[in-house]
């Protein structure tokens, strides 16, 4: 191009206003993206639409500014129309950006092409505002200037729009703010580069008029068009302003709020006198702890503790004593418990206690009783002697299945533990609504069985297999109740067992038994008695003491009685019946595991336990005579005891052909129907002495017990001559 160009210069204030407008318009932009997030949809795109008006307006008014600062010897005007033509892309690149900053789910590919939309809409902007200048002859245009320009506004968005968003990602601190406007600062400083460089890529020959200088002109339309951009802009300002306040109000409103709610959730769920947890509260630890993480939820138990008249205690004594008292009760249900177990008040006079990893039914009996233990203790309350006594039903997780079940578990045992008369615990069990009735009933007569003398020890004789000596008696426990008659041990034993009543009719039978046994004595008769110990006995911790203690009351050396453990109680808790095994061995007293083959004996746990004896079930003697099976059961178990050291007890010898078989077989002793029933002892003593059977000295005992006389024993009688009838 060979001609003489016009020459050009620059005005600095219409620069400086286009500068500071544009960057005041960034500034307010991120404002904007702001409020486009705080707000819902509708609300955000409001400000979209809203800031994009205003801050395009800006964006174009900047625009014109910088043309404006262009000086020519000439007289200049604009075209109106072209001028306000450019406002439409400057309004579409301002919305372009808010909403790209908005989107921060927008893919890599969008920004991009979004950065090259809102660079050429820029330069667009300059271009149409520049051709509203029009000159005589036509202005030129320099393209690789312009390229240029173009590639300044570029290199000016990217990084902008990279910075801009990600400082727009951080809190609002003023740090941060200060941050922002050095960033803003440079972009819009670059883009005005760019722009200020297309503007300066125009080519104006020297004779050149410019035929619209009657339209837009004068030095008062620089400063117009930076009022008519701040204004909208500072509306705008105050609006985000005024919007930012109305959230964080809103907010705070809401946290505060939330704390209340917290604050009434808390106070909903606690007990106010105890400052237990109450029902509710209980409840949603508990479907939290269920609904946790279930590896750390083995087995979860529920207690619940109902006070047995505690009603009448409140309206006797009022409320406030009530509550002293409960707040006791608690502290001492507190200090039987682990750390992680969780205690509530779940009404006047209920507790509900949640355990989590007691090891097994026999723990959760233990704790039970020690929690009825604990409540039933005396306590001094506002200087008034207070014993009271509680109903505890249990339930179990996963028996019962869920948070519900294990609710209404609770309270279905609970009642019936309350319907038997209180003071005792029961376990959930399923159907316990139908048969829990006849059941509670049994209970209940059950508990007064020993005071009203309706229980009596039968005894059933045990031979020596190959001449048909007495070896021993079974102690069996009969109940004479007054309109049922006489209830069999398999109804009533597993009925004391639920209801906690198995240690006190076991430790009766024990006394019975060592009675029994020095009162034969002294008659001068020796007799070895086997009494049935219970799987619940089995975990009873003083179950050593009860039995140190009736050997010691009735003066009977400790190898005259007999433990006979079911093999499936014995081994349902493999440590316990080595402990209690271990530990009655010591003592002297011996061991025998019964119903032996109904259970799943492992031979290494059988090796281990110090039994003496061992009496195979009366199932296998049945089918003795008819099924070589059978034959071939019984021998390998003959074969196997005696070479671990235990003698044979075969239970339930009805026939002369089974006891033929049995002693054919080695089996040591025969019990059965054959012999004998078991019988009440007077009964037993004229069978004696109708059979002229002789009974064994001492010293014979021994000798088929392999006990040592005066070895472990608590007390040791002088031998006396085998006796006969
Ligand atoms: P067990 O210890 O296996 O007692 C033997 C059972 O077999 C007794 O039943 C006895 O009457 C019965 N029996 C004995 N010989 C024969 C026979 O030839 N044919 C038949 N068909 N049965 C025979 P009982 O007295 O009804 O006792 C049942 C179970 O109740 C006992 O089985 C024992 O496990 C339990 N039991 C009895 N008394 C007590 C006790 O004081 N404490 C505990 N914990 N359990 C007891
Ligand atoms: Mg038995
Ligand atoms: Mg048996």
């Given at each position: 191009?060979?001609?003489?160009?016009?020459?050009?210069?620059?005005?600095?204030?219409?620069?400086?206003?286009?500068?500071?407008?544009?960057?005041?318009?960034?500034?307010l932009?991120?404002?904007?993206v702001?409020?486009?997030?705080?707000?819902?949809?509708?609300?955000?795109?409001?400000?979209i639409l809203?800031?994009s008006l205003?801050?395009?307006?800006?964006?174009?008014?900047?625009?014109?500014l910088?043309?404006?600062?262009?000086?020519?010897?000439?007289?200049v005007?604009?075209?109106?129309?072209?001028?306000?033509?450019?406002?439409?892309?400057?309004?579409?690149?301002t919305?372009?950006?808010?909403?790209m900053?908005t989107?921060?789910?927008?893919?890599?590919?969008?920004?991009?092409?979004?950065?090259?939309?809102?660079?050429?809409?820029?330069?667009?902007?300059?271009?149409?505002?520049?051709?509203?200048?029009?000159?005589q002859?036509?202005?030129?245009?320099?393209?690789?200037?312009?390229?240029?320009?173009?590639?300044?506004?570029?290199?000016?968005?990217?990084p902008g729009?990279?910075?801009?968003?990600h400082?727009?990602?951080?809190?609002?601190?003023?740090?941060?703010?200060?941050?922002?406007?050095?960033?803003?600062?440079?972009?819009?400083?670059f883009?005005r580069l760019?722009?200020?460089?297309?503007?300066?890529?125009?080519?104006?020959?020297?004779?050149?008029?410019?035929?619209?200088?009657d339209?837009?002109t004068?030095?008062?339309?620089?400063?117009?068009?930076?009022v008519?951009?701040?204004m909208p802009m500072?509306?705008?300002?105050?609006?985000?302003?005024?919007?930012?306040?109305?959230?964080?109000?809103?907010?705070?409103?809401?946290?505060?709020?939330?704390?209340?709610?917290?604050a009434?959730?808390?106070?909903n769920?606690?007990?106010?006198?105890?400052?237990?947890?109450?029902r509710?509260?209980?409840?949603?630890?508990?479907?939290?702890?269920?609904?946790?993480d279930?590896?750390?939820?083995q087995?979860?138990?529920?207690?619940?503790?109902?006070?047995?008249?505690?009603?009448?205690?409140?309206?006797?004594?009022?409320?406030?004593?009530?509550?002293?008292?409960?707040?006791?009760?608690?502290?001492?249900?507190?200090?039987?418990?682990?750390?992680?177990?969780?205690?509530?008040?779940?009404?006047?006079?209920e507790?509900?206690?949640?355990?989590?990893?007691?090891?097994?039914?026999?723990a959760?009996?233990?704790?039970?009783?020690?929690?009825g233990?604990?409540?039933h203790e005396?306590?001094?309350?506002?200087?008034?002697?207070?014993?009271?006594?509680?109903?505890?039903?249990?339930a179990c997780?996963?028996?019962?299945t869920n948070?519900?079940?294990?609710?209404?578990?609770s309270?279905?045992?609970?009642?019936?533990?309350?319907k038997?008369?209180?003071?005792?615990?029961?376990?959930?069990?399923?159907?316990?609504?139908?048969?829990?009735?006849?059941?509670?009933?049994?209970?209940?007569?059950?508990?007064?069985?020993?005071?009203?003398n309706?229980?009596?020890?039968?005894?059933q004789?045990?031979?020596?297999?190959?001449d048909?000596?007495?070896?021993?008696?079974?102690?069996?426990?009969?109940?004479?109740h007054?309109?049922?008659?006489?209830?069999?041990?398999?109804?009533?034993?597993?009925?004391?067992?639920?209801?906690?009543?198995?240690?006190?009719?076991?430790l009766?039978?024990?006394?019975?038994?060592?009675?029994?046994?020095?009162?034969?004595?002294?008659?001068?008769?020796n007799?070895?008695?086997?009494?049935?110990?219970?799987?619940?006995?089995?975990?009873q911790?003083d179950?050593?003491?009860?039995?140190?203690?009736?050997?010691?009351?009735?003066?009977v050396?400790?190898?005259?009685?007999?433990?006979?453990i079911?093999?499936s109680?014995?081994?349902?808790?493999?440590?316990?019946?080595?402990?209690?095994?271990?530990m009655?061995?010591?003592?002297?007293?011996?061991?025998?595991?019964?119903?032996?083959?109904?259970?799943?004996?492992?031979?290494?746990y059988?090796?281990?336990?110090?039994?003496?004896?061992?009496?195979?079930?009366?199932?296998?003697v049945?089918?003795?005579?008819?099924?070589l099976?059978?034959?071939?059961?019984?021998?390998?178990?003959?074969?196997l005891?005696?070479?671990?050291?235990?003698q044979?007890?075969?239970?339930?010898?009805?026939?002369?052909?089974?006891?033929?078989?049995l002693?054919?077989?080695?089996?040591?002793?025969?019990?059965?129907?054959?012999?004998?029933?078991?019988?009440?002892?007077?009964a037993?003593?004229?069978?004696?002495?109708?059979?002229?059977?002789?009974?064994?000295?001492?010293?014979?005992?021994?000798?088929?017990t392999?006990?040592?006389?005066?070895?472990?024993?608590l007390?040791?009688?002088?031998?006396?001559?085998?006796s006969?009838?």
């Amino acid at each position: 191009m060979s001609q003489i160009e016009m020459a050009t210069s620059y005005q600095i204030w219409p620069l400086l206003a286009a500068w500071v407008v544009s960057i005041y318009a960034l500034y307010l932009q991120g404002l904007v993206v702001r409020r486009v997030r705080a707000n819902e949809r509708d609300a955000g795109f409001a400000w979209i639409l809203g800031g994009s008006l205003c801050l395009g307006t800006g964006l174009w008014a900047e625009s014109i500014l910088g043309l404006l600062a262009l000086q020519l010897p000439i007289p200049v005007g604009y075209v109106r129309g072209v001028l306000l033509a450019s406002w439409l892309p400057a309004v579409a690149i301002t919305a372009c950006v808010t909403w790209m900053q908005t989107d921060v789910g927008l893919s890599r590919r969008m920004r991009v092409a979004g950065v090259l939309v809102v660079s050429a809409g820029l330069c667009l902007v300059t271009v149409i505002n520049v051709s509203a200048m029009v000159m005589q002859p036509q202005a030129q245009w320099h393209m690789k200037m312009a390229l240029g320009a173009a590639m300044v506004v570029l290199l000016a968005c990217a990084p902008g729009s990279v910075l801009i968003r990600h400082m727009l990602q951080k809190p609002p601190t003023p740090s941060n703010k200060v941050k922002t406007l050095g960033v803003l600062a440079l972009m819009a400083t670059f883009v005005r580069l760019g722009q200020m460089m297309l503007i300066g890529a125009v080519s104006i020959s020297a004779g050149a008029v410019c035929i619209s200088a009657d339209q837009l002109t004068g030095d008062s339309l620089a400063l117009m068009l930076t009022v008519a951009a701040l204004m909208p802009m500072l509306l705008l300002h105050l609006g985000t302003i005024q919007d930012g306040r109305a959230h964080s109000k809103h907010a705070q409103l809401q946290d505060s709020l939330n704390q209340a709610q917290a604050a009434l959730q808390d106070a909903n769920q606690h007990d106010v006198a105890t400052g237990l947890l109450n029902r509710l509260g209980f409840e949603r630890t508990l479907r939290q702890t269920l609904h946790g993480d279930c590896s750390t939820v083995q087995q979860l138990t529920v207690f619940r503790l109902n006070l047995d008249g505690f009603k009448s205690l409140i309206e006797t004594y009022g409320y406030d004593l009530g509550d002293t008292t409960v707040r006791f009760l608690a502290s001492r249900i507190h200090g039987l418990v682990r750390d992680g177990d969780v205690l509530s008040r779940s009404d006047t006079d209920e507790y509900l206690l949640m355990c989590n990893g007691l090891s097994d039914e026999h723990a959760v009996a233990q704790l039970a009783q020690r929690l009825g233990d604990a409540i039933h203790e005396p306590c001094l309350i506002q200087d008034q002697d207070i014993t009271l006594s509680c109903s505890i039903g249990i339930a179990c997780y996963p028996v019962s299945t869920n948070a519900d079940q294990l609710l209404s578990h609770s309270q279905d045992a609970m009642l019936t533990a309350r319907k038997a008369g209180g003071a005792v615990y029961c376990f959930y069990e399923r159907g316990m609504d139908r048969r829990g009735a006849e059941q509670v009933d049994m209970q209940r007569d059950l508990r007064h069985a020993i005071e009203r003398n309706e229980l009596e020890v039968y005894f059933q004789p045990k031979l020596r297999a190959h001449d048909k000596a007495l070896a021993g008696v079974e102690a069996l426990l009969r109940w004479t109740h007054p309109e049922r008659g006489m209830v069999s041990p398999v109804q009533f034993i597993p009925v004391a067992e639920r209801f906690g009543l198995i240690g006190e009719l076991g430790l009766w039978v024990l006394n019975e038994a060592c009675r029994y046994i020095r009162l034969w004595h002294d008659a001068g008769l020796n007799i070895p008695v086997a009494v049935n110990l219970s799987a619940h006995q089995l975990r009873q911790p003083d179950l050593e003491l009860r039995v140190r203690d009736a050997l010691k009351r009735h003066r009977v050396p400790a190898r005259m009685l007999i433990m006979e453990i079911t093999e499936s109680a014995a081994m349902d808790d493999i440590e316990s019946s080595l402990r209690v095994f271990d530990m009655l061995d010591a003592i002297g007293v011996r061991l025998s595991i019964d119903d032996f083959g109904t259970g799943y004996s492992s031979l290494s746990y059988l090796r281990r336990l110090p039994a003496r004896q061992l009496k195979i079930d009366r199932s296998f003697v049945r089918d003795l005579e008819t099924s070589l099976d059978a034959q071939a059961i019984v021998e390998a178990v003959v074969r196997l005891s005696h070479a671990l050291g235990l003698q044979v007890v075969a239970e339930g010898v009805e026939t002369q052909g089974q006891a033929e078989i049995l002693a054919r077989l080695a089996c040591d002793e025969l019990q059965g129907f054959l012999f004998a029933k078991p019988m009440p002892e007077p009964a037993l003593l004229a069978w004696l002495v109708q059979r002229g059977t002789a009974v064994l000295s001492p010293h014979q005992v021994a000798l088929v017990t392999h006990v040592v006389p005066g070895e472990d024993t608590l007390f040791e009688w002088p031998e006396m001559e085998a006796s006969g009838s």
